[in-house]
């Protein structure tokens, strides 16, 4: 029977390796896999010290060490100097036969990528070096081959695979077993470790003295990746043609070359940012090449090609390596299920890697509904500390980047359209983005709106086509760009009560995607125009007609419950809850 726990993260090696490296208490030790303790049943960066990236589904670990291997040698290629080297460290993976099954896409990309620096070393069963022959594995990173007897001297657990992560009875733990290191080792290899870290310090001074610029920039990685004012280096919006294709998410290119400079050394940029075109979902680094070993380990540059399992694990690694690279991952929405476990881990873990979905509902159109990832919005919204942003134009494009870069402790998830949309709403605001929601339009003045449109990403248009139509008609409407749930929800209620007033019950929820969690914004009384069914195949015009997508049926929908009295019969949300 398949397992589903890689071997290098089994409880009891977990224990052994931390009582040798005495960094948890003995206590610590004995609470293992107990509720609020220090050693969780599966490695967490950010619970247990020395622990560097969280593990568990099998492969995360392996795409996380070829992440780590990545960063240091892009790192080693951008900063090391003939007479002062300061990135050389070596990245290890232990790794169980389980997660062999699934490390053939990984290993295919480190083998592509040259990336030597990742040492592998398998455990348990099956001998794969054909399989790593044909990946190209052999001449570009040493692998070590183990069969390991699990509890050996004559403990009870020994070699029962159902036993391996099983606590020993009682006497079992009082007998006597062997230490492999007496404390005097131990203390020299601490001495040499402090030996090594001092000669590093004196290299980074040298290197400071005589490569100041570079220094300067290598300081910036290690306190975060951001340097004082990097904000200055962001646009503040876009400026467009007639129509713009929000899957040109290339445009983010340059930010992320410049944000690493201090602000008076950025190239100066007025508060626009003109768009280059991008093929289709690619997040291109047009000014920097190809990362490639050996030919441009410099480059920033990955092509993971359809590896969508490997990118995001790799992606993880990248952010958790400590040095302030900051990872984006771009792929179709539709393929967020390929890569999900590595997305979770990235907010289990705090690691601030950066998404970029397009071709993200119903407006794709002629690909049908295999490729229309009408639920996964709704699932992703539901992952903690993920920030899922659904732009609607240029600014709000511009904001969600900003915010993303921002937040360094989380991982952001930008979703793009493929079909082209307005350039501009009018009113929207790329500052206004790390609020989550707010006003884009209201034309009630003094008054309060009788009734207010909600929209996200390509829908926002809709609503804001919808409220001139019924403006025209003498109306009060408002409209509400909910840009990204989470930050919204983490507002004071004040401002969420400013936004959505309870006192306007008569609301629309306009989004080409499952209607799932936007009864919270709507209320009991509002309408959700969502998709509950999968999408179709056909033009993307055609397909948003069918499922009720239009300025039209925005306005007929939004007139039916203004003429309703809610009070009194029950709510039109009752009975067209969701119109698809």
Known sequence: METRDGASETREGERESWETRERESIEDLQRLCKLGSRTPGHPENVVTDGVEVTTGPLGQGVANAVGLAL????LAARFNKPDAVLVDHRTFCIMGDDCAMVKTQIGKLSGKEGTSEAHHGTFDKDDDSKMRQKLDWTDREPFLWFTVVEAESGCYVQGPEPEHSKFPPSEEIRSP??????????QIQTDHAERLEKEWYSKLYYYQSKY????LEFQILLNGGLAPGWERSLPRSFIVTEVFCIRT????SWVLGEVLKPAEQSAS???WWKCRPCNLYKAYLHDYKDFSQPNSPWGRNIRYGVREHAMAGISNGLALHGSGLIPSASTFLTYSDYMKNSIRLSAISHAGVIYIMTHDSIGLGEDGPTHQPVERLAGLRAVPRLLVFRPADGNECAGAYTVAVANRDVPSLIALSRQKVAAHVEGTSASEVERGGYIVSDNSGEDLPEVILIGTGSELCLCDGSARMLGKEGRRVRVVSLVCW????QQPKEYKEHVLPASVPKRVSVEAASPMGWREYVGDHGVVVGVKEFGSSGAYLDTFKKFGFS?????KIAKSLLHRDINHAGGLGDQHSEVH
Do not use: K, Q, W
Request: glycine fraction near 2%; hydrophobic fraction near 30%.
């Open 71 to 74: 960063a240091e040698a892009h």
């Open 177 to 186: 077993f062997p230490v492999p290191f007496s404390r005097r080792e131990m």
């Open 212 to 215: 100041p610029e570079e220094a």
């Open 249 to 252: 998410s290339g445009c983010y």
């Open 269 to 271: 940029r007025t508060n």
């Open 486 to 489: 989470r930050l919204f929800d």
């Open 551 to 555: 300025e039209e049926n925005i306005t």
